[in-house]
């Protein structure tokens, strides 16, 4: 399983359109080439730093294995990162997200994502 953090209401358009092509925070697929996601274990690192300023967000959590385009796991280039993140390159079918999650503050205001948790 993998993840991706979003929004409502873009998740709700894809679902209209039969795809996902956003790629993370204000890019498209078409920008970046490729979507970005997480393991679980990842979301709050991901969700603190890019997405620090933002609320009412959600997580896709997506079955790898009914994703139609390529998924592939890559270390970032321009971080002094050493652990890959999973990136979907091409449209992310919606058929292939299984479940859904909010994304919460803890009580100090940080992001702090349990991917037990459903909406």
Not at 43 to 62: E, F, R
């Amino acid at each position: 399983m993998i993840f991706h953090i979003t929004s409502p209401e873009i998740w709700s358009r894809a679902r209209e359109e039969g795809e996902y092509r956003q790629s993370t925070k204000n890019a498209t697929l078409d920008a970046v080439g490729f979507i970005h996601c997480s393991s679980a274990h990842q979301i709050d690192a991901v969700a603190n730093c890019v997405h620090a300023d933002d609320d009412g967000l959600m997580v896709l959590g997506i079955d790898e294995a009914r994703v139609k385009a390529e998924v592939v796991f890559e270390v970032p280039d321009d971080e002094d990162e050493t652990e890959a993140y999973p990136h979907v390159y091409g449209p992310l079918n919606v058929d292939a997200v299984v479940s859904l999650h909010p994304l919460e503050r803890d009580e100090s205001g940080r992001f702090r994502f349990d991917p037990d948790r459903t909406l």
